[in-house]
C-alpha cells in the first residue's frame, strides 16, 4: 500500500513538470472532528441516546501542487473519530455513556477543483480518497444504578445475577468503563471517501493559511467478524447486532510553506529583458578606412 501511494506522488510531481506548474506547496495542520457512527444495533437499542462530541485530530503533513484551476494534495495525519451516546433509564433520563474512539493513521489523496481564484485568496471543492490504519481502538460504557430497558434476547442467557430483572426493565447495578470492545475486535484498516471546500489564504510570498472542511464516509464494517458472530448470537450484553459505518466531518487549519514556480521564472525573464548591456565590437564589421596613399 505504501508504495502504491509513493508511485501515486510520483506521478503527480511529473504530471506538474510537464504541465507547468504554479505552485508547490509543504506544511501541517491540526483539527477537529465530529463523529455520526451509524449503527442499526444502537438505533433498536432503547438504552441509548445519540449525543455529538468534538474530538481532537492532532497533527498532519501537507503536500500540495497546485495548477492553474485544479490541485493534489497528500495529507497524512492522526484521526480521531467515533460518536459518543448517552445511557438513558426506562423514562429517559441521562445515566450514563457509551464512548467509541477510534484514532487512525489517515492517508488522504484528494484533488481540488477551483472555484473563486483572486491573487491572494482561492476556493476550491475538494473530493478525497484515503487509507487509514488503526493504532487504537476502544469502545466503553459507564453508568449509574438505574433501571434499563434490556432487550428481551440479550435477558435470557448472559445477564448477570446483580442485574435484576422487573416487568419494566432491569435493575443495573453501577458500572464504570466495562470494555466491550478493544482494538482486537476492529479490523486494522478503514477505506474512507470524502467530498468538501477548502480555502488557501497566501499571507506573504512564501507562505500560506488553509482551511479545510470534509465530510468522509467509511466504506467497511469497521468490526471483525469474530465479533459480529458475537452479537448476532447475543453474547454481548451491552450491544445488540446490527450493519455499523462511520461517517465524521473533519476540520483542519494549516500552514505551509509554498514557492510559486511560474512567479520565480517571470522575473528572472524580467531581470534579463529590463537590463541589456549594449554591445560594442573591438573591431568594425566593415574595411578600416586608409590612411596612406595608394602607391603610383
Same mark, same amino acid.
Given at each position: 500500500?505504501?508504495?502504491?501511494?509513493?508511485?501515486?506522488?510520483?506521478?503527480?510531481?511529473?504530471?506538474?513538470?510537464?504541465?507547468?506548474?504554479?505552485?508547490?506547496?509543504?506544511?501541517?495542520?491540526?483539527?477537529?472532528?465530529? @463523529?455520526?457512527?451509524?449503527?442499526?444495533?444502537?438505533?433498536?437499542?432503547?438504552?441509548?441516546?445519540?449525543?455529538?462530541?468534538?474530538?481532537?485530530?492532532?497533527?498532519?503533513?501537507?503536500?500540495?501542487?497546485?495548477?492553474?484551476?485544479?490541485?493534489?494534495?497528500?495529507?497524512? =495525519?492522526?484521526?480521531?473519530?467515533?460518536?459518543?451516546?448517552?445511557?438513558?433509564?426506562?423514562?429517559?433520563?441521562?445515566? =450514563?455513556?457509551?464512548?467509541?474512539?477510534?484514532?487512525?493513521?489517515?492517508?488522504?489523496?484528494?484533488?481540488?477543483?477551483?472555484?473563486?481564484?483572486? @491573487?491572494?485568496?482561492?476556493?476550491?471543492?475538494? =473530493?478525497?480518497?484515503?487509507?487509514?490504519?488503526?493504532?487504537?481502538?476502544?469502545?466503553?460504557?459507564?453508568?449509574?444504578?438505574?433501571?434499563?430497558?434490556?432487550?428481551?434476547?440479550?435477558?435470557?442467557?448472559?445477564?448477570?445475577?446483580?442485574?435484576?430483572?422487573?416487568?419494566?426493565?432491569?435493575?443495573?447495578?453501577?458500572?464504570?468503563?466495562?470494555?466491550?470492545?478493544?482494538?482486537?475486535?476492529?479490523?486494522?484498516?478503514?477505506?474512507?471517501?470524502?467530498?468538501?471546500?477548502?480555502?488557501?489564504?497566501?499571507?506573504?510570498?512564501?507562505?500560506?493559511?488553509?482551511?479545510?472542511?470534509?465530510?468522509?464516509?467509511?466504506?467497511?464494517?469497521?468490526?471483525?467478524?469474530?465479533?459480529?458472530?458475537?452479537? @448476532?448470537?447475543?453474547?454481548?450484553?451491552?450491544?445488540?447486532?446490527?450493519?455499523?459505518?462511520?461517517?465524521?466531518?473533519?476540520?483542519?487549519? =494549516?500552514?505551509?510553506?509554498?514557492?510559486?514556480?511560474?512567479?520565480?521564472?517571470?522575473?528572472?525573464?524580467?531581470?534579463?529583458?529590463?537590463?541589456?548591456?549594449?554591445?560594442?565590437?573591438?573591431?568594425?564589421?566593415?574595411?578600416?578606412?586608409?590612411?596612406?596613399?595608394?602607391?603610383?
Amino acid at each position: 500500500m505504501f508504495n502504491t501511494y509513493l508511485t501515486i506522488l510520483l506521478v503527480f510531481t511529473f504530471v506538474s513538470g510537464w504541465a507547468q506548474t504554479r505552485t508547490f506547496s509543504l506544511g501541517i495542520f491540526t483539527g477537529i472532528t465530529s @463523529s455520526y457512527t451509524y449503527d442499526d444495533g444502537i438505533g433498536k437499542d432503547q438504552r441509548y441516546q445519540s449525543r455529538h462530541d468534538v474530538k481532537f485530530a492532532p497533527m498532519g503533513i501537507n503536500y500540495e501542487i497546485d495548477f492553474d484551476n485544479v490541485g493534489f494534495l497528500v495529507s497524512p =495525519g492522526l484521526t480521531t473519530i467515533g460518536q459518543n451516546f448517552h445511557v438513558v433509564n426506562t423514562t429517559g433520563g441521562h445515566e =450514563g455513556v457509551r464512548k467509541i474512539n477510534l484514532q487512525y493513521l489517515n492517508i488522504p489523496i484528494a484533488c481540488k477543483l477551483r472555484i473563486i481564484d483572486m @491573487s491572494f485568496f482561492r476556493v476550491s471543492f475538494i =473530493g478525497s480518497v484515503s487509507a487509514a490504519y488503526l493504532l487504537k481502538g476502544k469502545e466503553s460504557v459507564s453508568h449509574n444504578d438505574a433501571k434499563l430497558k434490556i432487550p428481551d434476547e440479550i435477558v435470557p442467557p448472559i445477564l448477570p445475577p446483580d442485574y435484576i430483572r422487573e416487568y419494566d426493565g432491569v435493575l443495573s447495578p453501577v458500572v464504570r468503563k466495562y470494555s466491550m470492545l478493544t482494538k482486537n475486535d476492529f479490523k486494522p484498516m478503514q477505506f474512507f471517501v470524502a467530498a468538501g471546500l477548502r480555502s488557501d489564504w497566501d499571507m506573504s510570498e512564501s507562505w500560506r493559511v488553509s482551511f479545510d472542511l470534509r465530510l468522509n464516509y467509511g466504506l467497511l464494517e469497521p468490526r471483525k467478524d469474530t465479533y459480529l458472530t458475537k452479537l @448476532s448470537t447475543y453474547q454481548t450484553l451491552y450491544d445488540i447486532a446490527g450493519n455499523r459505518r462511520d461517517m465524521f466531518a473533519q476540520f483542519t487549519i =494549516g500552514i505551509s510553506k509554498y514557492v510559486d514556480v511560474e512567479k520565480n521564472d517571470r522575473e528572472k525573464k524580467k531581470k534579463i529583458k529590463g537590463s541589456p548591456k549594449k554591445y560594442t565590437p573591438k573591431r568594425y564589421p566593415w574595411p578600416k578606412p586608409r590612411n596612406a596613399k595608394p602607391k603610383g
